[in-house]
């Protein structure tokens, strides 16, 4: 069975949230990453790029529709997205082949 990758954020500012105890969030623009690595999804580079790392902060998070920490990000990283997912992790893939040919 294949296990399920979970990313973490980096992005490009923060904010500090008063009302949840002063809890450090991503704004700007977004991308996946995941933990031990130097580099996002896409390849930027973390030191370079001068992206902040936020690995209590899951890739989900900065859907708009799930509230929380997606207040301030103003933009999802296309490349990211199309590697992390772009949806929850119960969603379906976008299409299905019905009628494969033989």
């Known amino acids: 069975m294949a296990r399920v990758k979970q990313y973490a954020v980096a992005a490009s500012g923060q904010w500090t949230d008063e009302e949840e105890g002063r809890r450090?969030?991503?704004?700007?623009?977004?991308?996946?990453?995941?933990?031990?690595?130097?580099?996002?999804v896409c390849g930027l580079s973390l030191s370079r790029s001068r992206l902040v790392r936020f690995p209590h902060v899951t890739w989900p998070?900065?859907?708009?529709?799930?509230?929380?920490?997606?207040?301030?990000?103003?933009?999802?990283?296309?490349?990211?997205?199309?590697?992390?997912?772009?949806?929850?992790?119960?969603?379906?893939?976008?299409?299905q082949r019905t009628n494969p040919r033989p």
């Open 61 to 95: 998070d900065t859907f708009p529709e799930s509230g929380g920490a997606a207040d301030r990000v103003q933009r999802q990283c296309p490349r990211c997205a199309s590697v992390a997912g772009r949806r929850g992790q119960d969603a379906r893939p976008r299409w």
């Open 24 to 40: 450090r969030l991503p704004s700007g623009e977004v991308h996946a990453w995941e933990p031990g690595l130097n580099q996002t």
